[in-house]
C-alpha cells in the first residue's frame, strides 16, 4: 500500500509542478479550481502516506516538509520566486523519499 501511495503522490506531485510552470509560461490555460484540485489531490496523499513511513529513517521528516511547502505554498504571489522555490522544495524532498 505504502508504494501505491508513494508513486501516486509522486506522479501528482510531477503534473500538478508541471502543469505549473506550463501555466506560469503561458503554454496551457487551466480553471484556478482545476490547478487547486491537483494541489489538494498531492496534500491528501502527503497526508495518506504519514502512516506508513517509519521515523527511524527520516522518511517522516521528509514527508512532514513536503506537507509544510504545500501548506505555505499558497502565502506567496503565484509564479514568484517564492511560489516557484517552495514548490520546487516540497517537490525535491518528496523525490528524497525515493532515496531512503
Partial sequence: MKEIILI?????????????????AGKIRMRKRQHQLLYV????????????????????????????MMAILPFGKKGSMYHIS?????LLTYVMLFFI
Fill in 8 to 24: 501516486a503522490g509522486l506522479l501528482l506531485y510531477v503534473v500538478n509542478y508541471v502543469v505549473g510552470w506550463m501555466l506560469y
Fill in 41 to 68: 489531490s498531492v496534500i491528501v496523499l502527503l497526508i495518506a502516506l504519514i502512516p506508513f513511513v517509519n521515523d527511524e529513517s527520516g522518511a517522516l521528516i521528509l514527508v512532514s516538509f513536503s506537507i509544510m
Fill in 86 to 90: 517552495v514548490s520546487t522544495a516540497g
